[in-house]
Antibody
Framework: VQLVESGGDLVQPGGSLRLSCAASGFTISNYWMSWVRQAPGKGLEWVANIEHHGSVKYYVDSVKGRFTISGDNAENSLYLQMNSLRAEDTAVYYCARGMTSVTTWGYWGQGTLVTVSS | DIQMTQSPSSLSAFVGDRVTITCRAS??????LNWYQQKPGKAPNLLIYDASSLQSGVPSRFSGSGSGTDFTLTLDSLHPEDFATYYC?????????FGQGTRLEI
């Protein structure tokens, strides 16, 4: 199992960014997938989940209406579309896959850094 | 939202010591509690799931206990590679929440 994130960058407040997570060793259509972030020097924060068929999605309140989680089964990849970015969205973003349960994250990517600053 | 509170926030110990980190949930979460270890610049690593089950490949010096609102992570006989930050996480309900972390220092 391998998860590789990409797409992190420096973006201005109010801007948009799309993160990708390429999965290998398993098929994302068989698993719930998640994004978790970590602001510099801070703790971990769950961001969003997507059900394996893509029809059910959950978000932390602070990103609702701004972020969209999605998956592409053909590409076997997970995405996070981030709009209306704020300084407080600055963080390393990890994609993660559950093990014994949806949100018991036994597999993580290496993370991708998003910096929101003017 | 369920608040997860870890104590202590930081801890100094010696190689060979036994240490305990506690995690308290603001409401009952059954046994839906996981523990992660994180080293600088790395992704978190799952140590304990469902409060007391040891993740495959994790040394047996790590153990977890508790249910309801009070949980502990115990590290027996600290090794040099155990110095890291530890997080508890409830997987009981959305929003999923983490403790603030416990930094274990030499």
């Amino acid at each position: 199992v391998q998860l590789v994130e990409s797409g992190g960058d420096l973006v201005q407040p109010g801007g948009s960014l799309r993160l990708s997570c390429a999965a290998s060793g398993f098929t994302i259509s068989n698993y719930w997938m998640s994004w978790v972030r970590q602001a510099p020097g801070k703790g971990l924060e769950w961001v969003a989940n997507i059900e394996h068929h893509g029809s059910v999605k959950y978000y932390v309140d602070s990103v609702k209406g701004r972020f969209t989680i999605s998956g592409d089964n053909a590409e076997n990849s997970l995405y996070l579309q981030m709009n209306s970015l704020r300084a407080e969205d600055t963080a390393v973003y990890y994609c993660a896959r559950g093990m014994t349960s949806v949100t018991t994250w036994g597999y993580w990517g290496q993370g991708t850094l998003v910096t929101v600053s003017s | 939202d369920i608040q997860m509170t870890q104590s202590p926030s930081s801890l100094s110990a010696f190689v060979g010591d036994r240490v305990t980190i506690t995690c308290r949930a603001s409401q009952s979460i059954g046994s839906y509690l996981n523990w992660y270890q994180q080293k600088p610049g790395k992704a978190p690593n799952l140590l304990i799931y469902d409060a007391s089950s040891l993740q495959s490949g994790v040394p047996s010096r790590f153990s977890g206990s508790g249910s309801g609102t009070d949980f502990t992570l115990t590290l027996d006989s600290l090794h040099p590679e155990d110095f890291a930050t530890y997080y508890c996480q409830q997987s009981y309900t959305i929003p999923i929440t983490f403790g603030q972390g416990t930094r274990l220092e030499i």
